[in-house]
Nanobody
């Protein structure tokens, strides 16, 4: 009923930049929070950044000042601009959204398939 599709991952040198995009589609009535998680090998998935429907943002401490999350409510999209990337940012990045599906009363969490970000030193 709902799909999240990410794009924009890749390989970049330390100090470089990447921009991730995520598009939500399907039987969407409304979208609450949208954000990005990441998971490095052997580690738990961690929240990187989140943006509410009203535009409030929150970031994991290690990315503050380097990453910027934004969203386009008209297009049901969320973005993550990543600057000054470090090798420790290497991970699979997952988009997520809290969505109310048409015909379903409750909000549900949806996830993208993940996109690999690799930062070389």
């Amino acid at each position: 009923q709902v799909q999240l599709v990410e794009s924009g991952g890749g390989l970049v040198q330390a100090g470089g930049s990447l921009r991730l995009s995520c598009a939500a589609s399907g039987r969407i009535s409304s979208i609450n929070a949208m954000g990005w998680y990441r998971q490095a090998p052997g580690l738990q998935r961690e929240l990187v950044a989140v943006v509410t429907s009203g535009g409030s943002t929150n970031y994991e401490d290690s990315v503050k000042g380097r990453f910027t999350i934004s969203r386009d409510n008209a297009k049901n999209m969320v973005y993550l601009q990543m600057n000054n990337l470090k090798p420790e940012d290497t991970a699979v990045y997952y988009c997520y959204a809290v969505i109310k599906v048409i015909g379903i009363l409750t909000l549900r969490n949806y996830w993208g398939q993940g996109t690999q970000v690799t930062v070389s030193s």
